[in-house]
């Protein structure tokens, strides 16, 4: 088993009891969004992430910067959540329970999520017709949108849906036919 692999077995329990915790405290929403931005804060400061893996910090250090930096910013509930990591040595693993939880909560509440990749920033009609689009094809009550900005795919777009991914874009069709002109060369006289 990958180690990957291994750090998702270990943070699903994680993910699946503050799915429990605000679901019965009817904070769902709330904590989707404190999650966001704390995954945001720590993909932006690479520094506080050291800081939480770096395991001769002591517990009690780590424990006073999370109260300092959300005490006002995020629920109590994520608060704690934090504490309880940090205790049971597991902060490193917060990226990958965050991404658990998310899945937990879309699939709770019926919610698809669609990442795409685009050379362009899409308008907003734009941006509904592929709502439009993925709803009537994965029979999804509501449709989240990732957006990346990927100038590398020229034209068109990759949708990836779960583990089903469609490539419309010319970087994706000259690599097709690449392989193809590859192929059929080698296959020759």
């Known amino acids: 088993m990958s180690s990957q692999g291994f750090m998702s077995k270990i943070a699903i329990p994680y993910a699946e009891a503050l799915v429990e915790s605000a679901s019965a405290a009817s904070v769902l929403d709330k904590v989707n969004e404190d999650l966001s931005l704390i995954s945001e804060i720590l993909e932006e400061s690479k520094e506080l992430k050291t800081f939480f893996y770096n395991p001769l910090i002591t517990i009690e250090i780590k424990k006073n910067?999370?109260?300092?930096l959300f005490n006002n910013q995020v629920h109590s509930l994520?608060?704690?959540?934090?504490?309880?990591?940090?205790?049971?040595?597991?902060?490193?693993?917060?990226?990958?329970i965050i991404s658990k939880y998310l899945e937990l909560v879309y699939q709770l509440q019926s919610i698809v999520v669609a990442e795409i990749q685009t050379p362009i920033i899409l308008a907003d009609i734009q941006q509904s017709a592929l709502?439009?689009?993925?709803?009537?094809?994965?029979?999804?009550?509501?449709?989240?949108?990732?957006?990346?900005?990927?100038?590398?795919?020229?034209?068109?777009?990759?949708?990836?849906?779960?583990?089903?991914?469609?490539?419309?874009?010319?970087?994706?069709?000259?690599?097709?036919?690449?392989?193809y002109l590859n192929s059929a060369s080698s296959i020759s006289i």
């Open 65 to 68: 910067v999370v109260n300092e």
């Open 78 to 96: 994520v608060i704690r959540f934090l504490l309880v990591l940090i205790d049971r040595r597991r902060i490193t693993l917060l990226d990958i």
């Open 131 to 179: 709502i439009h689009k993925i709803r009537d094809i994965t029979n999804s009550k509501t449709v989240k949108l990732v957006i990346t900005i990927e100038p590398m795919l020229i034209a068109g777009f990759i949708i990836k849906i779960g583990s089903k991914t469609i490539d419309t874009s010319l970087h994706g069709r000259l690599k097709h036919i690449s392989a």
